[in-house]
Antibody, heavy 120, light 108 residues
Framework: EVKLVESGGGLVQPGRSLKLSCAASGFSFNDYWMGWVRQAPGKGLEWIGEINQDSSTINYTPSLKDKFTISRDNAQNTLYLQMSKLGSEDTAIYYC?????????????WGQGVMVTVSS | DIQMTQSPPSLSASLGDKVTITCQASQNINKYIAWYQQKPGKAPRQLIRYTSTLVSGTPSRFSGSGSGRDYSFSISNVESEDIASYYCLQYDNLPPYTFGAGTKLELK
């Protein structure tokens, strides 16, 4: 069974940094692209970015490219999202998701999400 | 970047109704669109990929169609378990990929 479990969320002060983790199991992690999506309270889904199997290609949505860094550790089956210079606009649930191995598909499995609250 | 215009923002339906949600892309996305269902407090769940292919476990009352810039998602015979928000996602060619703004389906 594919399982994605995010962690590392919580309350953080404006201007600080935070690193989220996503532990993957139930599939061969190093065979898949992975990605992050966020959802501000009461709002829609926002694509943050994706990373390929060997971390040689990482794509971001332009507005977050200078604040967020996606990385992975295939030995630990873990995906990361490093967030810096956080502001209130970054308050959201953050989801990690697996990118399907089919070119005709995209996010096929999602984690349950982790809440990040940016506030003083 | 490709923009996705999803409508309507909200929809009110009675049990057994057919409802349709549309997503229009700012350019041709070559059928690379998926549809997701999200219930309150839950992660999104994929229902349809590549415009019209139902993901395993998706009931047959869900369907998708479209081409070029214009796509639609329908639920025939709405059931109470379908009350949720629905999002389209385009994943054509180069990122960034983009979601529609979402449609909240409520019971009339």
């Amino acid at each position: 069974e594919v399982k994605l479990v995010e962690s590392g969320g919580g309350l953080v002060q404006p201007g600080r940094s935070l690193k989220l983790s996503c532990a993957a199991s139930g599939f061969s992690f190093n065979d898949y692209w992975m990605g992050w999506v966020r959802q501000a309270p009461g709002k829609g889904l926002e694509w943050i970015g994706e990373i390929n199997q060997d971390s040689s290609t990482i794509n971001y949505t332009p507005s977050l490219k200078d604040k967020f860094t996606i990385s992975r550790d295939n030995a630990q089956n873990t995906l990361y999202l490093q967030m810096s210079k956080l502001g209130s606009e970054d308050t959201a649930i953050y989801y990690c998701a697996r990118v399907s191995s089919s070119y005709m598909d995209y996010f096929d499995y999602w984690g349950q999400g982790v809440m990040v609250t940016v506030s003083s | 970047d490709i923009q996705m215009t999803q409508s309507p923002p909200s929809l009110s339906a009675s049990l057994g109704d057919k409802v349709t949600i549309t997503c229009q892309a700012s350019q041709n996305i070559n059928k690379y669109i998926a549809w997701y269902q999200q219930k309150p407090g839950k992660a999104p769940r994929q229902l349809i990929r590549y415009t019209s292919t139902l993901v395993s476990g998706t009931p047959s009352r869900f369907s998708g169609s479209g081409s070029g810039r214009d796509y639609s998602f329908s639920i025939s015979n709405v059931e109470s378990e379908d009350i949720a928000s629905y999002y389209c996602l385009q994943y054509d060619n180069l990122p960034p990929y983009t979601f529609g703004a979402g449609t909240k389906l409520e019971l009339k």
